[in-house]
């Protein structure tokens, strides 16, 4: 196992604000095929928790009842390695929230790092990311969803990680295909 591996790294896929298509903030939709597929990637790359972060109630419920379902309901019998996946996987109501969560966890404020489709001047590469994951400090990764983050977040965040390129022009992938492709990029052996 390597270094990388051993490090303390969060995932937060943020459904508010971001923005929509017309460059609106608003709080997108949380999808559950999102949580499945990410949560199955970050126990793939061995993340320490994978926040899904909603401030509409309803929602917040949706995600709780998918992962009691799968973690002690009957998903346990049909599918274990799903409620394994879903282990690292938590709710919460805002990304001030999640930072103070894991402050308190490990003492002191994690590393927050934006993604996005976009390249920003303060861009970090990924070998660098990979130098700061190497120093064992809590990484929060911070993912979009709608039309990516708003610009406060990126603005507030320590770092704003480059974005992942494709072949051609166009670049929006999905999320959770995102995620795993950074993941893979940042702590792969």
Not at 28 to 33: A, F, G
Not at 86 to 107: A, D, F, S
Request: charged share 25%; hydrophobic share 40%; net charge neutral.
């Amino acid at each position: 196992m390597t270094d990388i591996i051993k490090s303390e790294i969060h995932l937060a896929l943020i459904h508010y604000p971001v923005y929509n298509k017309v460059g609106e903030v608003v709080t997108s939709s949380v999808t559950t095929l999102d949580i499945h597929d990410i949560s199955r990637v970050a126990r793939t790359y061995a993340v320490n928790s994978f926040c899904v972060v909603t401030p509409l109630k309803t929602q917040r419920q949706l995600v709780e009842r998918l992962i009691e379902h799968w973690v002690t309901g009957y998903g346990v019998e049909y599918n274990p390695t799903r409620k394994e996946a879903l282990l690292v996987t938590k709710v919460m109501n805002n990304l001030t929230e999640t930072v103070r969560v894991l402050t308190e966890r490990y003492g002191k404020k994690p590393v927050t790092v934006a993604t996005g489709a976009s390249k920003f001047p303060e861009s970090v590469s990924f070998q660098y990311l990979q130098s700061e994951i190497k120093k064992g400090d809590p990484i929060l990764l911070l993912f979009g969803t709608g039309w990516g983050l708003e610009k406060n977040i990126i603005k507030e965040a320590d770092y704003v990680l480059d974005p992942v390129e494709g072949v051609g022009e166009y670049n929006h992938l999905p999320v959770r295909a995102a995620i795993a492709i950074i993941l893979d990029r940042l702590i792969a052996r």
